[in-house]
């Protein structure tokens, strides 16, 4: 399984981007699946995550209303779009999938439920 993440830049305050995840070996429509991201001197921190049921989602604190997350069927791909950027946000973004097992809500928000990982996207939001 590889997963590869992309569409980070550098961004003004208070705009928008979407990252997207692709993967091979694995069928985003059936794996539980997640973003999350690391800020310099910070840990890996939870972002958002959609079940393998692909409807449930789930955000942390800090981005909800603001991004969303979502899945392409047909081309297999993940997206975070974030909207209402701020400075704060600015970190390496990562997806990370799973397609084993049914983990309980609280499993989804560690990074080490998930096997797969992509190789990070930069995000820099500007003041």
């Known amino acids: 399984v590889q997963l590869q993440a992309s569409g980070g830049g550098l961004v003004q305050a208070g705009g928008s981007l979407r990252l997207s995840c692709t993967a091979s070996?694995?069928?985003?429509?059936?794996?539980?699946k997640a973003w999350f991201r690391e800020a310099p001197g910070k840990e890996r921190e939870f972002v958002a995550a959609?079940?393998?049921?692909?409807?449930?989602?789930y955000y942390a604190g800090a981005v909800k209303g603001r991004f969303t997350i979502s899945r392409d069927n047909a081309n297999n791909r993940m997206y975070l779009q974030m909207n209402s950027l701020t400075p704060e946000d600015t970190a390496v973004y990562y997806c990370?999938?799973?397609?084993?097992?049914?983990?309980?809500?609280?499993?989804?928000?560690?990074?080490?439920?998930?096997?797969?990982w992509g190789q990070g996207t930069l995000v820099t939001v500007s003041s």
């Open positions: 990370a999938a799973l397609s084993e097992g049914n983990p309980i809500l609280s499993s989804y928000y560690r990074p080490s439920t998930y096997p797969y």
């Open positions: 070996g694995l069928t985003f429509s059936s794996a539980g």
């Open positions: 959609m079940r393998k049921n692909s409807i449930s989602t």
